[in-house]
């Protein structure tokens, strides 16, 4: 039986309102023991931003944590999997797009999970091979920028891409339930 993303993913995947302050995500976190917050605005998810975002981009760029919003932060780019994907379409999946997170979606494209390198590493069998295999592909030089321009809806990705191309961030995840139900 080929492993699926289903059996290994984190099954409800912390969210958080556009307009929470970088202080308050990192708090989240800390309490969470996460690493992770998807971003949303509405039902749809916008961005994810990380506990090195936080750092890199939130803390280093902004001067008061306390009231500047994770957006200034976040990372745009949203790369998602089905949760019926094979472990192995993940794993090629993460390093093609350079993530450590992917947003695990269902058939109608709302969140689901996230499954993470941790979680690749404990997929049996050959779990540590697939995580370094994953890994291998994220640390390779980037072609593109990260950190796009805030009027780049793309996540800075697809600016060299072929035309006609359907892009990850193309159709973003959107959660199922009231995102502030859940949302810190």
């Known amino acids: 039986m080929i492993p699926k993303v289903?059996?290994?993913m984190a099954a409800e995947p912390a969210v958080v309102h556009v307009d929470l302050p970088l202080c308050e995500a990192a708090l989240r976190?800390?309490?969470d023991g996460i690493g992770a917050l998807f971003v949303v605005d509405g039902d749809e998810v916008v961005g994810v931003v990380t506990d090195s975002?936080?750092?890199l981009r939130g803390l280093a760029d902004a001067a008061d944590p306390a009231s500047h919003g994770v957006t200034n932060a976040m990372t745009r780019h949203v790369v998602s999997c089905s949760a019926d994907a094979s472990v192995k379409e993940a794993v090629a999946l993460m390093g093609r797009q350079r993530v450590r997170r992917l947003a695990v979606v269902d058939d109608e494209g709302e969140l689901v999970g996230v499954m993470t390198l941790g979680d690749l590493a404990r997929v049996a069998g050959s779990g540590a091979l697939a995580a370094a295999r994953a890994l291998r592909g994220i640390c390779l030089p980037l072609e593109t920028a990260k950190t796009?321009?805030?009027?780049?809806?793309?996540?800075?990705?697809?600016r060299r891409s072929p035309a006609g191309t359907l892009h990850v961030y193309a159709k973003r995840p959107r959660i199922r339930h009231d995102p502030l139900a859940r949302a810190g």
Not at 149 to 154: G, H, K, Q, S, V
């Open 53 to 55: 975002d936080l750092v």
């Open 148 to 158: 796009p321009a805030l009027e780049d809806p793309t996540g800075g990705r697809a």
């Open 6 to 8: 289903r059996q290994f």
């Open 29 to 31: 976190m800390r309490q």
